[in-house]
């Protein structure tokens, strides 16, 4: 075995130095607190292992915060690097490595992970249903997830990071890229990207299978409805994108030519593999987004969401349509005239299902009582600065104009006020919205509002500049401009929205760590002062019981909650408990993880005989699965029926508390 010692650690610059030391810094903080604390045991059992939805789902976000942090880093060094003209601050190699990174971070391990976890922590709920279809697969789809993560972010500091684009364009990612980079890249997506079809197959299956049998499919509830078109969506695109990240690698390891020219391969094959899968992909994280919005919107409205069945068609002819308009990125290649007007066309068309989706939101606010807590901020917030996204989309979506955005800083800040707008929005109002329910305590508002005015007012103040810096022809991915350019005013601006926007995540962070000490527990699930719409606020807070619903809830319309609400009653009033079966915890998606990521790493360097050991573990715990005896446990009815009482009481005790401070 031959591994390659000189390339292992980084040593180019003193940033990434830096790096390596808070990163076995942070590790021994870590391992010494668990280890101080006892904490092991607890985190292996309750956490690492478990198969409950809402956990999982927390895991999820959690580690998408922190990748939001590292990619946020990546952001503010780029916009540092062109804050002045003729910086050194980075060199041109590193600069390139983390515009790739920050893209590849931002998109597949922040804004899907963050959708995802939000998914697992509501749909189940809102679907009367007591977990996901395939609870293991559950925990495997996120332990897949978090060794591409881990595999993917430790680039930086062993072996070098990938430096051509997040598109990764061959022939740049194949011929002209030695090292390590291009390899973490194509692992580590393929390995989260596992996780993530395994993901959308799970989400499909439970929302038509395993919805409370009374509710009919146009009265699925808007976000478990966009989740499940979004799964279809996984389902359609990631394996496109599995076969060509595949194809890369081997041309990269095993020396095949499916992208070199002078071998009979094709570079243009991994351009139009990719944009097949990222368009898509775009749609996979705006749709579950919208779902947040239009949970929200009502919410806060306190009206049924107007036009719900134009809704879910909306959506419908959104995903149709996400998956021919993937040419609209090849416009200056020499198409044809042809080829580029369908795709033109096709393009424009998205807006009109987006734009009915704007105008139901509006007309759900038209003559509501709206209250303006943050969530609803940030979905108000949404509507404008998205319709600007796709505004100038259109505008790039003509095959003439685009000649002239291309490849600008035009396009950088229409991607942005899509997928800022669109997503990150949602995930903060997501997060806020329900994040009682996954703690038993709400966030404080003052630092929510130093949130989202921070956040609002710096994305703007650093996007918009830019539409104008594109207009002047400034090239994306530039490294460095000259004071002849003319671009400094601008780009100096656009630094200092940057660092406003961190501003307003370090204050999500803090309100996280005050909150937690704070903050009032509330055993009552209906949080937001009594105007949830659906049946997560019918269950208990800080995580409801593993088994959700003692007693499978009626679901007859849209509103049913809120009728329930109006005419006193409670679907725990029902009390005709039976034995609940529910699954064990699984060790197996652990340490498969563990192997694909020990497998992966080893692959990265071309160390083909410790792979291909891991690669036989990935085997074994497959065939561990295969032979388990798991049977899972049954909750008793009587079991049920004592800790339903106890929730029962507290939540007439809270509800009396409240009545008793009204009349005060």
Same mark, same amino acid.
């Given at each position: ?31 010494? %607190? ?5 904490? $092991?045991?607890?985190? /292996? ?14 895991? /999820? ?18 916009? +540092? ?63 897949? @997830?978090?060794? =591409?993560?881990?595999? !993917?972010?430790?680039? !930086? ?7 051509? %684009? $997040? ?8 011929? &002209?890229?030695? %090292? ?23 989400? @499909? ?35 496109? +994108? ?63 969401? !107007? ?16 998956? *021919? ?19 033109? *066309? ?21 003559? #509501? ?12 917030? &949404? ?9 100038? =989309? ?8 685009? /000649? ?27 997060? *806020?919205? $329900? ?16 949130? @989202? ?46 660092? +406003?926007?961190? *501003? ?20 009552? %699930? ?20 593993? /088994?959700? !619903? ?48 020990? #497998? ?65």
């Amino acid at each position: 075995m031959n591994f390659p010692w000189n390339e292992f650690i980084v040593q180019s610059d003193w940033m990434i130095t830096m790096a390596q030391v808070l990163l076995v810094l942070t590790g021994i903080c870590v391992v010494g %607190g668990l280890t101080y604390y006892k904490k $092991w045991k607890w985190l /292996y059992t309750e956490w690492l292992t478990s198969v409950d939805h809402k956990k999982i789902g927390v895991m /999820y976000i959690i580690s998408a915060i922190i990748m939001f942090f590292r990619g946020g880093v990546d952001a503010l060094l780029i916009r +540092l690097q062109l804050m002045t003209p003729d910086n050194t601050l980075l060199k041109s190699q590193h600069y390139n490595e983390i515009f790739t990174t920050h893209g590849v971070i931002m998109i597949i391990f922040m804004a899907m992970p963050f959708l995802i976890g939000l998914m697992n922590v509501v749909v189940p709920l809102q679907l009367g249903a007591r977990d996901v279809a395939f609870p293991m697969l559950n925990n495997l789809s996120f332990w897949l @997830f978090a060794a =591409g993560m881990g595999l !993917f972010n430790i680039s !930086f500091v062993l072996g070098g990071a990938p430096a051509a %684009g $997040w598109t990764n364009y061959a022939p740049l990612a194949t011929d &002209f890229s030695p %090292g390590t980079g291009i390899n973490y890249y194509l692992i580590a997506i393929q390995i989260a990207g596992i996780g993530t079809l395994m993901t959308g197959i799970n989400f @499909f299956v439970t929302i038509l299978k395993l919805r409370t049998k009374s509710m009919k499919f146009m009265q699925i509830p808007m976000f478990s409805m966009t989740t499940l078109i979004t799964s279809l969506l996984i389902i359609l695109a990631f394996p496109i +994108l599995t076969v060509a990240l595949a194809l890369m690698t081997f041309d990269r390891l095993m020396g095949t030519s499916f992208f070199e020219v002078a071998n009979g391969g094709m570079p243009m094959l991994w351009a139009n593999f990719f944009w097949v899968w990222g368009h898509p992909e775009v749609y996979i994280l705006v749709l579950p987004a919208f779902g947040i919005y239009s949970e929200i919107i009502p919410t806060f409205a306190r009206k049924r969401l !107007f036009g719900h069945q134009s809704m879910v068609w909306a959506i419908c002819g959104i995903a149709f349509l996400s998956f *021919i308009v993937w040419v609209h990125h090849f416009f200056t290649m020499g198409s044809g005239a042809l080829v580029n007007s369908f795709f033109s *066309i096709s393009t424009m068309l998205i807006a009109v299902p987006t734009g009915v989706k704007i105008f139901n939101w509006l007309l759900t606010l038209y003559k #509501g009582r709206i209250s303006f807590e943050s969530p609803m901020l940030f979905s108000l917030a &949404f509507i404008p600065n998205f319709t600007l996204g796709g505004v100038t =989309g259109v505008m790039l979506a003509m095959a003439a104009a685009d /000649y002239q955005y291309h490849n600008t800083y035009f396009l950088v800040a229409h991607f942005h006020y899509v997928i800022i707008a669109g997503v990150v929005f949602a995930c903060f109002a997501g997060l *806020i919205f $329900w994040y009682p329910k996954m703690f038993g305590h709400k966030l404080n508002e003052k630092i929510n509002q130093w949130l @989202f005015w921070t956040f609002t007012l710096g994305f703007n103040l650093c996007f918009l500049p830019q539409f104008l810096l594109g207009l002047d022809g400034m090239p994306r991915r530039l490294y460095k401009y000259t004071q002849a350019d003319g671009w400094f005013s601008l780009n100096f601006i656009s630094t200092i929205g940057a660092f +406003l926007m961190g *501003i307003g995540f370090l204050a999500l962070v803090w309100n996280v760590v005050y909150s937690f000490g704070k903050a009032k527990r509330e055993a009552n %699930g209906d949080n937001w002062n009594g105007l949830g719409r659906t049946l997560e606020w019918a269950t208990a807070s800080a995580m409801p019981p593993h /088994y959700n !619903f003692a007693i499978t809830p009626k679901w007859y319309d849209t509103e049913t909650f809120v009728e329930m609400k109006q005419n006193g009653k409670h679907y725990l009033d029902d009390r005709d408990y039976k034995d609940i079966h529910m699954p064990n915890n699984t060790h197996i998606g652990f340490w498969m993880a563990v192997c694909f990521l020990f #497998g992966g790493f080893f692959l990265v360097f071309e160390t083909y005989i410790p792979a291909i050991i891991f690669g036989v573990g990935v085997l074994a715990c497959m065939v561990w699965r295969s032979f388990e005896k798991d049977y899972g446990y049954h909750i008793h009815a009587e079991e049920l029926e004592e800790n339903e009482a106890k929730l029962r009481e507290l939540r007439e005790q809270e509800l009396q508390e409240k009545e008793d401070n009204k009349d005060e």
